[in-house]
């Protein structure tokens, strides 16, 4: 039993020594380009985004991303708004919120995100009506930060439905499952059991 602890501690205090970081023998100086610290965004001073997300152009009618240079979350909100690009139009992409929507402020309180905009989205049938908000939703969790949506209009916040058909007014992206167009390439299906 002695000799079993003996090679476990020895184990042990190996593997700590190979992931340590280990400090230098004399005083260096640290080169110029190694001096800066890194910088953090607070959750109340959040960045922009790069993504929007639009209605692709098939017929499942999913959501993608589309690049976008915006530099503050308002600006990003603000693209969504417009709509796709003439480039975008030209490939068959889509927007559901009315074009006449407009932004009214945008608000960050650590992970939460509130977006005021104007009546013009309330005026959509159920189905549009969820697939804009999830256009909302999953573009202002591009934004650094940000991982639950409030949106209200002119200045009321709001439930709104989900995909399930619920009505909620803190919303998160898989409050929206299936809406987006994934990445990930199919799963192949499962090798059939041996029988005997």
Known sequence: MRGYLGC?????????????????EVPRDVPEDERALPVVI??????????IYLVGPREDRLL??????????????RTLLRGPNDEEIAAQYSTVIPPSTELRGVRT?????TIDLSPDLIVLETPSLIEAVAQIVYT????????????AINGETQAWTTAD????????????PGFVQSAQPPYPAAP?????
């Open 8 to 24: 476990l501690l020895a184990t042990i205090a190996l593997s700590a020594t190979g992931c340590a970081i280990s400090a230098d």
């Open 42 to 51: 607070e959750g109340s001073e959040a960045a922009g985004g790069e993504r």
């Open 165 to 176: 058909g619920s009505s909620k007014v803190d919303l998160r992206t898989f409050d929206f």
């Open 109 to 113: 309180q650590g992970q939460l995100l």
């Open 192 to 196: 059939a059991s041996p029988t005997g």
């Open 140 to 151: 202002a969790s591009e934004i650094d930060g940000v991982r639950i949506v409030r949106i």
């Open 64 to 77: 993608r991303s589309v690049p976008r240079d915006a530099a503050t979350r308002e600006e990003l909100i």
